[in-house]
């Protein structure tokens, strides 16, 4: 992986959820049309947290699944798609292994957690509501 220096680092920290910073390798940004940007991010070759009862057992990498499509937050006015690559983790002998990320969309959902959030706020002041996000969320 390329060392992006500090201050781009911390940028980029206000685009992209942490788990991707610490867990992922940006390995292309492309434009497929002019409407569209598509970052695709590959989960880097460490092993998640074992489970205490697997502990000491080998655990190897077996590739990676189909890669995610996520939208996010709009950029410079064009979609932002993430690809996302996840590595298969595989425990000897035992069955499969997978990091937990908090920017993975819950099952059946095609956007980012924070972008889902955000959207549903929106349209929650749009239709008159008067609390902000951050008050419903605190009560």
């Not at 990676?64 to 006015?77: A, E, G, T, W």
């Amino acid at each position: 992986m390329t060392t992006i220096n500090s201050s781009f680092h911390s940028f980029l920290s206000f685009v992209f959820p942490a788990d991707v910073l610490q867990f992922f390798e940006l390995t292309e940004v492309k434009q497929p049309d002019s409407e569209t940007l598509e970052v695709v991010l590959t989960e880097v070759n460490t092993v998640p947290e074992i489970p205490p009862e697997h502990r000491g057992k080998r655990v190897i990498s077996r590739g990676f699944h189909k890669p995610l499509r996520i939208q996010d937050f709009p950029v410079r006015d064009r979609f932002c798609v993430l690809k996302v690559y996840r590595r298969r983790w595989e425990i000897e002998g035992m069955g499969t292994l997978e990091r937990t990320l908090s920017f993975l969309p819950t099952e059946g959902l095609k956007l980012t957690t924070t972008f889902a959030a955000f959207l549903k706020e929106a349209d929650r002041t749009r239709a008159g509501g008067s609390r902000t996000h951050r008050e419903t969320v605190r009560g």
